[in-house]
């Protein structure tokens, strides 16, 4: 039986209903399709509702479906597309552990390497107990960074004063300088704080800001010509889809893209990432064939670091369970930035792999996506052969 395993991080709180745009409504169909598996996706977004649900599947490798259905925005008559871009949220994190892998292996930074060596200037003000920890702790949440942000940080972050990666650096500062939530390395606490600490340490070894680092090191290598950061939307237009919220008292809300349509640069590392579903399993087919023995991107030493959990089932950017549809191992993330959802199921024994998206928050969206993907996973791993 297909169950789901929820690694949502609290990433975005819109408090103010006059920022959302326009009334709540009810879902229309956009139907209706000849290909089966839309008209099933199209009853999920309906039975939830959504207004847009997508979806990729990989068999054998190679990606046999792509596609969405429904609308770019709630109350627009605009129909979402097979190219069209969502927001991944967590699955971010993932991203960044493999730019992490990348500059290792180029021999730039060390998976031991330590926040005190990358950030000598800070000694005098850095809490003594994060000058140990290394970036493996960090990509693995056992940094003993805190789950959630001081206030005071916080609210700077959203500031967005400077370049993303001066506004990391000054969110990374002020972290450091706070009490570890628990003794580094002693056990896992869920942080976006700690992929901010990551993230601005593969700055300063690889000498870019994070998101150039990405485009050079993995979006271009793997052709993922839709990959970008921030709302997946051009602000005052509909030309991709929007995110949904449901303030409370109120019914669910199209978010107009804009500053204030995603997380802060501050997180970046943790969850900024945004991309079409084809690009998104071009990504995940990597990581496919990496946990099947390498690619030509990374070393299948490497991959086994990247999947390997450092405790409990957490590895880097990445949870490892078991599932018998997927005949054993499976590498799982889900992501929201609370107006967009997306999860990943990657099945390496089947060399396949399962993405649902939609663009409504994650409170909303777990139990339509999760209905999604095991539909998925019944039309395309058939009972015979294991599931």
């Known amino acids: 039986m297909f169950k789901s395993i929820v690694v949502v991080s609290v990433l ?30 199209e009853a999920v977004r309906v039975e939830h509702p959504f207004p847009a649900l997508a979806a990729a599947v990989i068999v054998d490798g190679r990606t046999v479906f792509t596609n969405a259905v429904g609308f770019r925005r709630l109350g627009g008559p605009e129909r979402v597309t097979a190219e069209d871009r969502f927001h991944i949220g967590s699955v971010t994190k993932s991203m960044t552990a493999t730019l992490a892998a990348r500059l290792v292996e180029e021999g730039k930074i060390a998976w031991t390497t330590t926040i005190g060596e990358l950030f000598p200037e800070l000694e005098e003000t850095m809490h003594a107990d994060y000058r140990g920890v290394t970036l493996e702790q960090l990509l693995s ?34 972290l ?17 704080q700690g992929y901010a600490v990551a993230g601005v340490m593969l700055e300063r070894a690889g000498g870019q800001p994070w998101e ?9 290598p793997l052709g993922m010509t839709t990959a970008g950061f921030g709302a997946p939307a051009t602000p005052g237009e509909v030309d991709q889809p929007w995110g949904h919220s449901k303030p409370m008292f109120s019914g669910l809300r199209a978010v107009p893209p804009g500053p204030r349509a995603d997380n802060p640069p501050a997180i ?65 993330h889900n992501g929201s930035n609370t107006m967009f959802y997306v ?45």
Not at 176 to 191: D, F, Q, T
Not at 348 to 369: H, M, Q, W, Y
Request: positive net charge.
């Open 141 to 174: 949440n056992r940094g003993g960074m805190p789950a959630r942000p001081p206030t005071t940080l916080w609210i700077r972050a959203w500031e967005g004063r400077g370049t993303p990666d001066e506004q990391r650096l000054e969110f990374v500062r002020g």
């Open 268 to 332: 970046g590392p943790a969850g900024t990432v945004h991309c079409s579903l084809g690009d998104l399993a071009k990504y995940v087919a990597l990581h496919l064939a990496g946990a099947r023995g390498g690619t030509n991107l990374l070393e299948a030493a490497t991959f086994k670091k990247l999947h390997t959990p450092a405790g409990h089932d957490y590895a880097l950017g990445w949870v490892v369970l078991e599932r018998g549809w997927a005949g054993g191992r499976v590498l799982m």
């Open 12 to 41: 975005l709180i819109l408090g103010s209903i006059g920022f959302l745009l326009g009334r709540s409504a009810e879902i229309p169909s956009s139907g209706p399709y000849e290909d089966p598996i839309l008209q099933m996706l």
């Open 176 to 192: 450091l300088a706070g009490e570890p939530e628990v003794k580094p390395g002693s056990r896992s606490v869920y942080s976006n």
């Open 212 to 220: 150039a680092l990405m485009r050079g090191l993995l979006f271009e």
């Open 343 to 387: 999860v990943v199921w990657i099945a390496p024994e089947r060399n396949s792999a399962v993405i649902v998206a939609t663009n409504v928050g994650a409170d909303l969206a777990f139990k339509g996506c999760d209905q999604a993907v095991g539909k998925l996973i019944e039309a395309f791993f058939p009972k015979g052969q294991g599931l």
